[in-house]
């Protein structure tokens, strides 16, 4: 199973960038898939998700300004990040939650290895 995002960098204040994250491996269609951030100094935190059937869910801080997508066909998942502030800045992490190698086994938690966002003032 493997997670591979793309699309971080640097950006200015306001600015906008969209993440991507190619998934192989597993049944990813059933699962949960979305995003998390880790700032300098600080803990792993949630930043959206979009289930299977298609709900989806953002961090309070995030809502309004981010979009969390999937294409289900060709197993990848986005994030694109408008209006950007500088604590957005950190490592973001690819997620696949509950998520099957072959159906009826057992369901884990995948993660990508992360893309840097920096946002500057």
């Known amino acids: 199973v493997e997670l591979v995002e793309s699309g971080g960098g640097l950006v200015q204040a306001g600015g906008s960038l969209r993440l991507s994250c190619a998934a192989s491996?597993?049944?990813?269609?059933?699962?949960?898939m979305g995003w998390y951030r880790q700032a300098p100094g600080r803990q792993r935190e949630f930043v959206a998700v979009?289930?299977?059937?298609?709900?989806?869910n953002y961090a309070d801080s995030v809502k309004g300004r981010f979009t969390v997508s999937r294409d289900n066909a060709n197993n990848m998942v986005y994030l694109q990040m408008n209006n950007l502030k500088p604590e957005d800045t950190g490592v973001y992490y690819c997620?696949?939650?509950?998520?099957?190698?072959?159906?009826?086994?057992?369901?884990?938690?995948?993660w990508g290895q992360g893309t840097q966002v920096t946002v500057s003032s």
């Open positions: 997620a696949a939650l509950g998520v099957r190698v072959v159906v009826g086994g057992r369901p884990r938690d995948y």
């Open positions: 491996g597993a049944l990813f269609s059933l699962g949960t």
């Open positions: 979009r289930a299977s059937g298609g709900a989806a």
